[in-house]
RNA sequence: GCUUCGGUAGCUCAGUCUGGUAGAGCGUUACAUUGGUAAUGUAAAGGUCACGGGUUCAGAUCCCGUUCGAAGCUCCA
């Protein structure tokens, strides 16, 4: 950071027009004047962070006391440095800077405006100086750039409670957990932050040994690649999710993965919310890959004409990808990636009433989608959280939630608005190693409709702010992938079979010929089956007919045929069944009609193997 | 990102402490076998012991660094 510093008997300033996308937005582009005033024209380098604004503010506060002045203008002033800082961190910094010398008289002129301006030096020894302030000449303790964002997330305040679905809320130790037992590990999860795991979570081996996902490591950690049997799992689980919320009302859009951290509704954003994101220069832009859907939708809707009649108006996008650049400790199998296929529902609502109406609608569409993915009430805990002011005034809209859910609920109260929303709730999932995830999610924001500029107008004819709500109805994808799989991982350590919901696995039927002069009547029966939208096989390899059905049941495949000289003779199919694990004697059409009543109302896609076991590699153990 | 632990055949792992010819099962390939509801038999191929450096007559083994993975911490808009 550099600095030039002058005591001056007056200066007088006039911004004149905005030199970049990111300047600051200002009420009034009048000329200030101020007099008897101490100017720092201050540029913000690269690799700047709060520790050096810390620092800088702190000289410049020890050298006006020696000269006795108390008024400072920060002058925002890149012509000072070749090598500035990106703007958003800039503008954090001096903003810093200006809180960091609140006991003074402090102002500053905005930021990435072209200026004229006349001053006044004084005459004595001390009124110029110039500083230069780095890291290195910073006591640096903390490396990490901390915005008043993250500063601020540290001190929240907040209280945990337990709310019962008639509304009562008690204090967690108060709670009786005896019949709670997963709520206690997210309560303690989350207000105590005690965690302790000696084992990597099941899953993981999992999803190799079922050749669904593997790690990719010549991308960056976190980054999965999917085998065939992943890639249809994972499609029809996005198909399924984004019928199910076209039927709610989402329109669905597609936006762009990267975007310029120089735009204005961006610098905005980031100064409330740094990430941790993937930045990528491109030709002197400065992009960063998306870590949601928020931004597309909101730059797409900054640009409709909304008026109060089109709400609520519910727009929708499933990412492939959201990328976070999350800690890499932090990065485990499916649960938490630094790459990840997020369904994302905003609405647009004309007030908080509308908002909470909405929401239960979401509510329920949240616990039905999940249901139908296999996730039950019981594989979930609620958490909500919001501030108090929105309790006090919202009380039987969050207990109507509450009940809902029909089993008690964490909940987390703010003392004050620390986020961009004042009601947040999620479902969270309790794995075996008590490892707390969080799948549906919705959010009532009161803070982006103005920061990215949506509006609609209302009955008199006034432009207004929406409010949004953000609902993930499942969470990731990835994500449900991780807990069927954990759920699996435990249903195989309690002894019983592990076993995926008909509509998600990747063979659904396979066809065993006892010997090869059966090979053609087994094409044709499975060309039969595979024309009712079913997933079928045929294992023709030279392997003894126990191998062959043993390995049947390691793919978890429901259905088997064998086909022998009795069943080529015979009108009915005998159709081992793995759920039973009896062979059982069925007409074709009862078996079609078995299945279609299990597949019924989801998506279907056509087998993404060989049909053939012996044109097939073997992709995992 | 920090601390700790780990990386040996395509997969799962032994061997490392105590330095001296690279091991097993599964899978793959070939041949035989044509089966009746959870593993047919025989044989063969397959390894710069993660990568780079050091100590040593000699390193998978001991030491240092890097990388990837895991657990904990921190974090999760």
């Known amino acids: 950071m550099r600095i030039l510093q002058l005591h001056c008997d007056s200066i007088e300033y006039t911004p004149t027009k905005k030199e970049i996308k990111s300047a600051e937005e200002i009420e009034n582009p ?8 101490v ?92 500083k230069v302030v780095t890291k290195d000449s910073t006591d640096s303790k903390d490396t990490e750039l901390t915005s008043e964002a993250l500063k601020g997330e540290s001190k929240i305040r907040s209280y945990w409670k337990i709310m019962s679905p008639d509304g009562v809320m008690s204090n967690i130790t108060d709670f009786d957990f005896s019949n709670y037992k997963k709520l206690e590990i997210l309560a303690k999860y989350e207000s105590a932050k005690v965690r302790h795991v000696d084992e990597p979570p099941p899953h993981v081996a999992l999803m190799k040994k079922m050749a669904i996902a593997d790690y990719e490591p010549a991308s960056d950690s976190g980054n999965l690649r999917f085998f065939p049997n992943g890639r249809l799992i994972k499609s029809l689980i996005e198909c399924y999710v984004t019928d199910r919320v076209k039927e709610y009302g989402g329109n669905e859009v597609e936006t762009p993965i990267m975007y310029d951290s120089e735009h204005p509704s961006m610098v905005s954003y980031f100064n409330r919310f740094p990430a941790r994101q993937y930045n990528i220069d491109s030709d002197g832009k400065k992009l960063f890959l998306r870590f949601a859907a928020c931004f597309g939708q909101f730059l797409m809707a900054n640009q409709f004409q909304l008026s109060h009649k089109n709400l609520p108006y519910r727009l929708y996008e499933l990412t492939r990808y959201s990328f976070r650049r999350e800690q890499s400790g932090e990065l485990v199998g499916l649960r938490r ?58 009380k039987s809209s969050i207990e109507e939630l509450v009940k809902k859910h029909n089993k008690p609920v964490l909940v987390e109260m703010w003392t004050e608005k620390f986020f961009y929303f004042v009601l947040k709730w999620e479902f969270n999932f309790i794995d075996s190693t008590g490892k707390a995830s969080a799948l549906s999610t919705d959010q009532i924001d009161v803070e982006n409709a103005e920061r990215y500029g949506i509006e609609f107008v209302d009955e008199n004819n006034t432009a207004q702010h929406p409010i949004i709500l953000h609902n993930s109805p499942s969470g990731a994808i990835e994500r449900i992938i991780y807990v069927l799989l954990e759920k699996a991982a435990k249903d195989i350590k309690e002894g019983r079979k592990p076993q995926y919901s008909l509509w998600l696995a990747p063979t659904q039927v396979r066809v065993i010929p006892l010997k090869e002069e059966f090979n053609d009547f087994c ?79 989801k998506p279907f896609t056509g087998l993404n193997l060989p049909k053939y076991l012996s044109k097939r590699p073997q992709l995992m153990v």
């Not at 989608?369 to 002011?389: C, N, P, Q, W």
């Not at 088997?560 to 759920?579: P, Q």
Request: charged share 35%; net charge negative; hydrophobic share 35%.
């Open 523 to 601: 094409e044709s029966l499975v060309d039969k089956i595979s024309s009712n939208d079913i997933r079928v096989d045929i294992d023709d390899r030279n392997e003894s007919i126990g191998k062959r059905i043993r390995e049947a049941e390691k793919e978890w495949i429901r259905y088997i045929l064998v086909i022998g000289d009795k069943e080529a003779n015979s009108e009915n199919l005998s159709i081992r069944d793995r759920k039973t694990g009896d062979v059982r004697e069925l007409s074709f059409d009862d078996f079609l009609d078995e299945i279609n009543k299990q597949t019924k109302d």
């Open 39 to 130: 100017v720092a024209f201050v540029a913000i380098e690269d690799g700047d962070d709060s520790s050096v604004a810390q620092n800088a503010i702190s000289q410049i506060k020890n050298s006006m006391e020696k000269i006795g002045c108390k008024k400072l203008l920060l002058y925002p002033y890149a012509h000072l440095s070749s090598n500035l800082a990106k703007p958003f961190v800039a503008i954090a910094l001096l903003k810093e800077m200006e809180d960091g010398a609140s006991d003074l008289e402090v102002s500053h002129s905005p930021f990435g405006w072209t200026k004229s301006y006349n001053l006044k030096v004084k005459g004595h020894p001390l009124a110029e100086s110039s």
């Open 30 to 37: 009048q000329t200030q004047r101020l007099e008897e005033v």
């Open 337 to 394: 990636l630094r790459a990840f296929t997020m369904p994302d529902c905003h609405a647009f609502c004309k007030d908080l009433e509308q908002a909470a109406d909405e929401i239960k609608v979401r509510f329920d569409l949240s616990q039905s989608v999940l249901h139908e993915l296999g996730i039950d009430k019981s594989d979930y805990e609620m958490a909500i959280r919001f501030t108090e002011d929105y309790y006090n005034e919202n």
